[in-house]
């Protein structure tokens, strides 16, 4: 059953990857605009180093492996999750009732409906500065250290798909989505790509126990440019997988409750 869902969900995925090909310069235009857009953001944080030089003791590489496994894991998680980041307008149409009468689970419909490679723009950037960074850190490379990277990417995927969820949920009672949760996520996003030491602790806990976006990176990154180690390192990117299955429990309670638009 499991193969038979993958092997749907790439036919999907290759509908929506075909559809999005068929208007080659909008794709390109998109996905170049989405390069310079991010580069412009990271040399942002270039500027502020340039004049302060480090913050409470992070250089500009450090920060970049921080920026680099965020902006991965949330291109990867945006790109892959669309369905549920437009979901609104499926529970504002009706649209939703009719995934009600398929015979498969309606998280799975709602995360094949779309993919977007426009998010490519962010992974190419992110990939970028991430492996610049590590080569400025002559980080020793070993298994471990690669098991760690994706371990890192993994949790952090996790994390932000799971918000996309949550913020997807909320939908069966508000029809349309929550600002609130846009600052959430894209405040995570911002979050996430700096050390947890630079925020207040109540803000730190909030993104690490309530949505832990903040942690599954921060404790691995401080591993890798030697400044943390212990058996949290592996542990942090758990978090994100522990909020993944809380997220899809609460869709499964919120999709229990739809009343479709015409009750």
Not at 55 to 72: D, P
Not at 200 to 205: L, P
Request: proline letters at 2%; charged letters at 15%.
């Amino acid at each position: 059953m499991r193969l038979k869902a993958l092997s749907l969900w790439g036919r999907y995925a290759m509908i929506s990857l075909r559809a999005q090909m068929q208007y080659r310069a909008s794709f390109w235009a998109l996905l170049i605009a989405s390069v310079v857009l991010h580069s412009a953001e990271f040399f942002g944080i270039w500027a502020l180093f340039d004049r302060f030089g480090q913050i409470r003791g992070w250089s500009l590489a450090e920060i970049g492996v921080c920026y680099g496994l965020c902006g991965i894991a949330f291109a990867l998680a945006e790109g892959l999750g669309r369905g549920f980041d437009a979901f609104a307008n499926m529970t504002r149409y009706g649209h939703f009732d009719r995934l009600l009468l398929r015979p498969l689970s309606t998280e799975f419909q709602v995360a094949a409906q779309e993919v977007q490679l426009m998010r490519l723009g962010r992974l190419v950037q992110a990939s970028v500065v991430l492996l610049v960074s590590l080569s400025w850190l002559n980080v020793d490379w070993s298994p471990s250290i690669v098991l760690l990277l994706i371990w890192c990417l993994v949790g952090g995927f996790c994390a932000f798909y799971g918000l996309l969820i949550v913020q997807a949920t909320i939908c069966f009672w508000t029809i349309e989505s929550l600002e609130a949760m846009n600052a959430i996520t894209y405040g995570g996003v911002e979050t996430a790509q700096f050390p947890l030491t630079i925020y207040r602790d109540g803000f730190r806990r909030f993104f690490t126990f309530v949505v832990p976006v903040a942690g599954m990176n921060y404790l691995p990154v401080t591993y890798l440019v030697g400044k943390g180690g212990g058996w949290e390192v592996w542990c942090a990117p758990l978090l994100g997988a522990a909020f993944l299955i809380v997220a899809l429990r609460f869709w499964r309670f919120g999709a229990s409750k739809y009343a479709s638009t015409g009750s």
